[in-house]
């Protein structure tokens, strides 16, 4: 089946910094792609909507200027965080919908930890 | 605010009886209904779909939706230890729009 795939799975940086997430989408094209965000013991936060080619919609709540979102491609959506804080530590999760196929397919997520 | 509501349990069943996930959601316009399992420090993965109003049958697992009281269900019958995790009802507005998730329901399957 389709598979979406998602980089790094785990990663630590220390505050102040910027880290980057990848999301490829395998063996089809995914228009768009869904970031979500996920605290402990809390559910999937929808933090926004990428369109390949054009900017990304932010959900209410969400700093886009903190939270950037690249989707230069139809198989690569990127999710930046910059001026990273401890606050941030988060599961960071891509998702997109695969044409023909049933519900919605997710990345593997991706741990960060702000220290 | 559209919400999905889920009672977070955690549900305890023994294994092999069968377990009733339940969801209530607030908008009227919602058209797909999905259940995902998560389990801990994993991304969801995909249960059953369910589009329409009655039952839904997939092996062990049964969804059932009733559109006019906003509620959608799952069952799990043969309840196995690795059934064990959180059930994500999941909404959304339309077949490729964004899904809102419910807060999960943590269910434990005993030896």
């Known amino acids: 089946g389709a598979v979406v795939s998602q980089h790094p799975s785990r990663v630590i940086c220390k505050s102040g910094t910027s880290v980057k997430i990848e999301c490829r989408s395998l063996?089809?094209?995914?228009?768009?792609m869904f970031w979500y965000r996920q605290f402990p013991k809390q559910s999937l936060m929808l933090m926004a909507t990428?369109?390949?080619?054009?900017?990304?919609?932010?959900e209410q709540g969400v700093e886009k200027d903190k939270f950037l979102i690249n989707h230069a491609s139809l198989t690569l959506s990127t999710l930046t965080v910059t001026s990273a804080h401890p606050e941030d530590s988060s599961f960071y999760i891509c998702s997109a919908r695969v044409l023909g196929a049933d519900g919605y397919t997710f990345g593997s997520g991706t741990r960060l930890t702000v220290v | 605010q559209k919400e999905v509501e889920q009672n977070s349990g955690p549900l305890s069943v023994p294994e092999g009886a069968i377990a009733s996930l339940n969801c209530t959601y607030s908008d009227r316009g919602s058209q797909s209904f999905f259940w995902y399992r998560q389990y801990s420090g994993k991304s969801p993965e995909l249960i059953m779909s369910i589009y329409s109003n009655g039952d839904k049958e997939d092996g062990r697992f049964t969804a059932q939706l009733n559109k006019a009281s906003q509620y959608v269900s799952l069952l799990i019958r043969d309840s196995q230890p690795s059934d064990s995790a959180t059930y994500l009802c999941?909404?959304?507005?339309?077949?490729?729009?964004?899904?809102?998730f419910g807060t999960g329901t943590r269910l434990q399957v005993t030896l």
């Open positions: 999941a909404v959304s507005p339309g077949t490729a729009s964004k899904l809102t």
């Open positions: 990428s369109n390949e080619g054009s900017k990304a919609t932010y």
């Open positions: 063996d089809f094209q995914a228009t768009t």
